[in-house]
């Protein structure tokens, strides 16, 4: 990088020290593609220098010979201002010199392999990620957004910064609740309001969101680490007008009942969405009902709420919501409460659903009732691929009668059931089933692609 | 291997048909048909190579086999990788569902506990403000202090318990923070015990990829070393072969080069002495065509010469021709001129023939107006002459009957008075009738009516000409003998009637329709019949379609009558005796063809009717086969031709008696002279003779009755003399009596 500008923007006053550059001496240098013994470089050259040292000033561009054009985004420097550059430069690879010079590390196979999007998606992650509410001012988040809306796919916000608190006030409330704060009249937000910035992003399909602050170390404070009314409030309608979006990701965020409520409330028959994800949070069975209502009020496919507190009564109302939906595919109720009676719901359920693929009950307190209704689904439901009840005490009797369910079976290829305590020959035998069934899966795909490559070949 | 063919049997399945509805898979599964069927050609043309290439199948199986064994391994090994790093997380799991159900058992147990708690206190607190009532009671200030003691240590008993449930709950508290911070712990080990297994798990599956990689190379390798081999022993055999048979080609091109040498050799000789040959010969040939050139040239320039000489003259001749043609576009300018005089002229004329043409036209529609009118006034002219015709009949009808009821009456009268002979009144049919003459021609029938009738008749009896005929015909006695020898009671009968209609007809008329019912007499009913039905059955194409689909509902006989009608019409036949006519003439024409031998058409125009029936009927009643039905066509046709001039004459006659005036006036003539004739010749002459023998008679009487007279005068001549003289005696008897004298001799003669 340091090397190609050198060559090109070289000034002529270096001329004069010739003998002190000791790659002037030589007649060839190999290892530089555009070297040349002309000691005087080309008229046109010295435009496109000049184009190059005045971009800022006269961004001229498209007007270049496709040849020429490449000269100029070879040269340009990354720390152009974003207002000239954002909507003018599509070539990658100046994008790429700019992400390189800001990170140094970069990934881009999961920006779709589009070096400006993971530009400005990271860079306005960025500004997000340091906005502080009061103190910074909206404006600077705005003015990104004509510069960046085209380009922006995916918002992945690792934390937002509560606001400032006078530090007499810090002191006092250091042991107080949330609770106490909401009294006050403190700051207008509590959060950044993305209201103002996801109704403008059009391109905008993924969206992730932590409440919470990183690495604040020996500062910790509880209301570091708080989701209020307010701030689920101005969400829920970003989220609303956001109509693009197609996954949503809430996580670790102290989301309960009624913030959860609040949001599907929002959510309700959103155009796009078709990936929820609530993981990490504290949802009851109250909040298990909203998102029940939403499954069949949404197109939604994927459906993620480990880890909370979903009781047998959330989970009835999910099981009744999954017994009428056709769209859902991935349903995950990973380290829940659901026990027998949640269990055995969902169980009934997927007896009637004929979409889901993939299921995951772990940790859930499930025992030999729902292991019998599962075995039911087991014979009778063939969509599903993919079921995970590790970590639930389905005892020895709970365990055969799941054998037996998967003796009938021939769809599902993948069955954890880890530390479920049943014996090790049930064991042995779903394995050998999920076995079978993974050859019968693989050899079908294999024909599969046979048949398309001969069809292509024809 | 079973997998292998469990996929071959899948792909089977799979294959495209060409029955599916889908465009494309049709297409798909033609190609495929196309593919296989090359392929099996190929393979039948191949032959032994089909052994090794299923030898390289196999192989090739193998290395496909070793991949999907490794893939196999790999799956295996990537899912057992998995579960061993997932192992932990499971484990993780369900610490922290443990945990949570610990902590909510404790949760429980804390509450109960400090429910407990708040009861108990609750009570202390109670029994300790009952006690302070129970204080204000006290008014002895040591009882006073002893229960504010009292109360102090309770309320010391009350805050020490809620002190111990503080620290309890905090100790508690401590106790979880412990294990949080323990819980913390053991996650940052678990994440880096599960870092560290995924890492070994990365490097062994790297491994073992790689491991997996070599071994399908190997396989690979194992088997393209195989087909090199075997392909490379192929193509030295194949270069073997092929350099054996180039140096047997080179060696026999040799032995074919040398032959062909020899034989150029030969042949060159022989074409050299053919050469010398040929050669002679041109030379003399040449020197021969020198000799002639020469000779040409001296003709040529003789002919030089000469058509030099034609050439002058020949332009001299075009001078010539110039001038005159010249003359000639001269004259034809001029005949232009005059042709388009003539063509104006010719315009003009045209217009004026036009002109006159209209004219006349107008001229010829104002006449044929004219003419009809004409025609008007005629028919209304002809419609009054016959009205006076008829009244000036009548009028002359009425005297002339008068006449001769006064001449039977004279008649009566001289026979009854004069001659003293009884009188006889002579038959007068006559008499009967009133007004003019009608002619009889309508009681002759159709051609129509008489099939219908002949049909009728055929089918009932098979006696001859109907009765019709001759009623109609009137025919005499001599006519009806013929017939009558068949059916008796018909003869008479017409015969009678015959008698009884036409006794009063003139005699012309009889012997002229007499005639007629003698020849049609000649042919039979039955013949006639079968005559007909041949021809309805030959001359069909005379009738219109459009008949026949109306009379196929009919039945047979009415449907022949129908058809022969039309056939008729068609042929012009109208009346009866056109019918018989053409019977007749077919026998005629069937004699003519068939007896020609015999000779006797002669003697059809001359022959006796009788003869000819006789003949008639001794020729077909018994052979019953008439015309050859294949003759019917060309004796129809000659029939048309002899019966239409007749029929033309006929027709050039007939517009003359078309109106009112056409009627007949030749009985006319017979009939008043029958009027006239009614005394006849012998009683005129007895009248004759009476009237002279009158005549005298009557003299004589006139003489008497003047002697009578005479005398009688005398008498009174005589008388007066007597008186006179009776006087004169009585008187004077002188002179008087002289000249009385001669009176009175006169006197005395009369008397």
Known sequence: MSKSPGAGMYPPV???????????????????????????????????????????????????LPRHKDYVLERLSPSLPLQVTANLISDDGYWKRCCKQRWGLCDVSSYGHSWKRMFFERHLENIIELFIPDATDPKTVLGMVPLCRNYVKRLDISQLLPPIKEPQKSEDDDNSDSASDMGMDGPSMDHFDFGILLDKLSHLEEFHVVYRVKGCGMNFEWNLFEFTFRDCESLAKALKSCKTLRVLRIHQSKVDDEKCRQLVNNLLDHPSLRELNLSHNLIGDRGARAIGKLLNRSKLESLTVYDNNIRGPGAQAIAYALAKNSSLLSLNLRLNRLGDEGGQAIAQALLKNRTLKWLHLGGNEMTEPTATVLSQVLVQNNTLRSINLSCNRLGMDGGKVLEEGMCHNSSVVECDIRLTEVGQESDYCISQVVRNNQNQAHTKHNTEENLAQTSEHY | MSQDGNLREDTEEAVPSVDSENPEERIAARRLRIAARSEAKKRQELGDDSHEKKDIKEEARKSQHQVEQSEKRMIKLQSDGTELVTNIQVAADSRESQRRTEVEEAHRLRVEKLENEAKSSLEKFEEITRKWTVAKMKEIPQDLRDSLSSQQQLCALLIEDKNKLIHELQKEMKLSDDRYVKDL??????????????????????????????????????????????????????????????????????KRVEEYEVLLQQLRTEDAEEYNMIKIKLDTDVQILEQQLQQMKATYQLNQEKLEYNFQVLKKRDEENTITKSQQKRKITRLQDVVNNLKIKCANQEKQSREENQNLTDDYTRIMQQYKHMQKKMRHFAAIDAKKFEEVWLMNEEEVKALVEKALDTDRLVHEQQLGLAWQRPPLAFMERCGPLQPQRQAQKTAHQAISELLRLGQTSGCSLGKGKYREAGAGPEAGVGPGAESPALAVEVYESGAGLESGSSEVERESEGSGGEHSGTVSVKMVKKLLELLCDEAGFLIESKLLKLLSPLEKDEQSLMKLDSIFTAMGIESEEDVYKLADFFMKYRHTQGEQTQDVSAKWGVASPQAERGEFTSSCSPTSDLIHPNDVLVALRAFTAHHCRPRELAASHQPSMLGLGGREDTEDAAYWEAMGDVIPEAKLKIWGALETALDKYHIVLTERSKFITDTQSLKQQNTELRMLLHQYVNSRVGVPVIASRGFVSRMCLLI
């Open chain 2, 185 to 254: 712990k053991k996650q940052g080990e678990d994440v880096d015990l599960m870092i560290e297994r995924m890492e070994d798990q990365v490097k062994f599956l790297m491994g073992s990829y790689r491991d997996e990689l070599d071994q399908i190379e190997n396989s690979f390798e194992h088997e393209r070393k195989i087909l090199l081999t075997g392909n490379r022993k192929k193509w030295e055999q194949y270069m073997k072969e092929r350099q054996d048979k180039e140096l047997e080609n080179v060696m026999q091109r040799m």
């Open chain 1, 14 to 64: 270096a001329k004069l020290n010739l003998a002190a550059d000791p790659r002037k001496m030589r007649r060839i240098i190999a290892e530089d593609p555009e070297w040349s013994l002309t000691v005087v470089p080309l008229l046109s050259n010295l435009c496109l220098q000049c184009i190059v040292r005045n971009f800022e000033e006269k961004p001229i561009l498209e007007e270049l």
